[in-house]
C-alpha cells in the first residue's frame, strides 16, 4: 500500500491525511489481532492459526485489487473508496496477525533458551529480507512497469496475493508445531514430561491473566509502542518523502532506481540489525536482552531526527543514514517481539506475549499513520520525523528499566525471571 501511496492519491484526489486512515486501519486490526491471535495460537496451535491467517491475507489483497479494477470515483465517490479500502486493509492487517505470534511459539518449542538469541534473529531476517523483496516488487509495479510496458498498477495487489499463496501452502505442509510431532525428543523434556501437547494448553483467560499480570512484558510493551511509532513512520512514509523531495523527474529510470534503493535499504540494514543484536544478546549480554535495545534505540532516535535535514539528492549518504535506520530499528524489534516473548511469556505462553507486545507496537503504528499523515500536512515532514525520533528515545528509556533482567532457563524448578 505504501508503494501504491502516491498513486492512489492521484487517481482519487486524496492527500495524506486520507491515505493516513488506510495506514492506521491496518495498523489497528494488526494490533487487536495480535493480542487475540497470540492467545488463540497459545490455545489452538500455532499452525493452524498461521495457516488461517495467510490464506485470510491472500483474499484480502485480491479482493482490493477487484474492488480498485472496477470502482471508480464516477462510480462510487471518492469518500465510498476510501471507506471500503479502509475496511479491505484493516481486514487484511487482522488476518497477517496470525502470522508473527504463532512463529514465536514454535521456535520457542524447537529452540532452548541459550539459541535463541542466534535463531531467532535470524528467523527476524524473514520480515526484512521480506520487505526488501515485496518493496521491490510493488515499486517495479507501480512505476517501472507502468511506464515502461504500460502495465496495471492495481497488480501491485494481485502478484504479492498469488506468491503469497504459493507460501502459505508450503507452511501447511511442512511445518509442525512440536518437535514430538516429527518423532523427535522435546527441546527441554523436564518443562513437560506428559508431552507438550498433553500439557500445554492453557485456557485462553488464564493465559490471558498470566500476560497481562506479568510487570517486565508490560515494560517491553511499552517500549515496543514507541519503537512500532517511529518503525511505521518510515515505512509508511519514506517512499513519498523520497518522492516528493527527490529529483522532479521523478517518472526518469534514473530516479525510480534511487527511489527503489534508498526504500529497500531499510529492510536490508534491518535484517543485519536482526542477526547482529540477537548475537550480541548471547554473545556479551548472558542473554540479557534490555541492555542491547536501549543502546540501539538511542542510536535511533539520534539518526531519525538527523534524517529530515539530509537532501535527498545526496544519494550515498542517503543510503548510509537509512541503511543505519533500519539496522537499529530491526535489531531491537526482533529481540522486544520474538526473544523478550520466549524469555517472559515461557514456551506455554511465548505467543499470547508476543501477541501482546506486538499489540502495544501497532497501537504506536496507528498512531504513525493518520496521526502522522494529519501532522505531515499541518506541519512538515521535517517535524513529522523528529517527533518519530523523540518517540525512539523514550522507548530507549523504559528498556532501560529492565536492564539487568535476565531469563532463567526452562527447569521445573525455574518459572521467572532473574534480575
Same mark, same amino acid.
Given at each position: 500500500?505504501p ?9 482519487f484526489?486524496w ?5 493516513g486512515?488506510?495506514f492506521s486501519?491496518?495498523?489497528l486490526?494488526?494490533g ?14 500455532s499452525r ?11 483474499g484480502?489483497?485480491?479482493a482490493?485489487?477487484?474492488f ?9 465517490g471518492?469518500?465510498t473508496?476510501?471507506?471500503c ?7 487484511n492487517?487482522f488476518?497477517q ?14 529452540y ?17 529480507f521480506?520487505a526488501?523483496f515485496a518493496?521491490?516488487?510493488?515499486l ?11 502495465g496495471?498498477w ?8 498469488v506468491?503469497?499463496?504459493v507460501?502459505?501452502?508450503c507452511f501447511v ?7 514430538e510431532?516429527?518423532?523427535?525428543p522435546a527441546?527441554?523434556?523436564d ?5 507438550s501437547?498433553a500439557?500445554e494448553?492453557p ?12 510487570p ?7 517500549s ?10 518510515f515505512v ?7 518522492t516528493?523531495?527527490?529529483p522532479?523527474? !521523478? *517518472?526518469?529510470? #534514473?530516479?525510480q532506481?534511487?527511489?527503489?534503493v534508498?526504500v529497500?535499504?531499510l529492510?536490508? &540494514?534491518?535484517? =543485519? @540489525?536482526?542477526i547482529?543484536?540477537?548475537w550480541a ?6 542473554s540479557?536482552?534490555a541492555?542491547v535495545?536501549?543502546?540501539?534505540l538511542?542510536c ?10 539530509i537532501r ?5 549518504v542517503?543510503?548510509v543514514?537509512?541503511a ?9 524489534h ?15 505462553? !511465548? *505467543?499470547g506475549a #508476543? ?12 498512531i504513525? &499513520?493518520?496521526? =502522522? @499523515?494529519?501532522?505531515?500536512v499541518?506541519y512538515d ?10 518517540a525512539a528515545l523514550i522507548?530507549?528509556?523504559l528498556?532501560g528499566l529492565?536492564?539487568?533482567?535476565r531469563?532463567?532457563a526452562h527447569?521445573s ?6 534480575e
Open positions: 500500500m508503494a501504491a501511496e502516491k498513486t492512489l492519491c492521484d487517481e484526489s492527500t495524506e491525511a486520507h491515505t486512515w488506510i486501519a491496518l495498523a486490526m494488526y487487536i489481532g495480535q493480542f487475540v491471535n497470540g492467545q488463540l495460537a497459545d490455545r489452538f496451535g493452524l492459526i498461521a495457516s488461517l491467517g495467510a490464506f485470510g491475507s491472500v484480502m489483497n485480491l482490493v485489487y477487484a480498485l479494477l472496477f470502482a471508480g470515483p464516477e462510480q462510487m471518492s469518500d473508496i476510501l471507506l479500502l479502509i475496511l479491505f486493509w484493516g481486514s492487517g488476518f496477525s496470525m502470522g508473527w505470534a504463532p512463529m514465536v511459539r514454535i521456535m520457542a518449542h524447537w532452548r533458551e541459550d539459541h535463541r538469541g542466534r535463531i531467532m534473529g535470524f528467523l527476524g531476517t524473514c520480515y526484512q521480506g526488501a518493496s521491490l516488487l510493488a517495479f509495479l507501480t512505476g517501472y512497469y507502468v511506464t515502461r510496458f504500460h496495471d492495481r497488480m501491485v495487489f494481485f502478484v504479492p496475493a506468491i503469497f499463496a507460501v502459505g501452502a505442509l511442512f511445518i509442525r508445531n512440536w518437535p510431532d516429527v518423532g523427535l527441546v527441554n523434556p518443562d513437560n514430561p506428559h508431552g501437547q500439557v494448553s485456557s485462553i483467560f488464564r493465559n490471558m491473566f498470566r500476560t497481562l499480570s506479568n517486565f512484558l508490560w515494560i517491553v510493551a511499552g515496543f509502542f514507541f519503537l512500532d511509532l517511529n518503525r511505521y513512520g509508511n512514509w519514506l517512499p513519498k518523502y523520497l516528493v523531495h527527490g522532479k523527474e !521523478a *517518472a526518469s529510470l #534514473a530516479a532506481v534511487k527511489l527503489i534508498n529497500c535499504i529492510p536490508l &540494514g534491518g535484517a =543485519a @540489525g536482526a547482529v543484536a540477537g544478546t548471547d554473545r556479551f549480554f548472558g540479557r536482552r541492555p535495545i536501549t543502546i540501539l538511542v535511533l532516535g539520534v539518526l531519525s531526527i538527523v534524517f529530515p535535514f535527498v539528492q545526496n544519494t550515498g542517503m543510503v543514514i537509512v543505519l535506520i533500519g539496522f537499529c530499528t530491526y535489531g531491537p526482533i529481540l522486544m517481539v520474538g526473544h523478550a516473548a520466549q524469555d517472559f511469556g515461557k514456551k506455554s505462553g !511465548a *505467543a #508476543a501477541g501482546f507486545i506486538d499489540a502495544m507496537g501497532y497501537i504506536g503504528a496507528t504513525a &499513520g493518520w496521526g =502522522a @499523515g494529519k501532522m505531515i499541518k515532514y521535517r517535524v513529522t520525523f523528529i517527533v518519530f525520533g523523540v522507548g530507549a528509556l528498556a529492565i536492564w539487568t533482567v531469563p532463567v527447569t524448578s525455574s518459572s521467572t525471571p532473574q
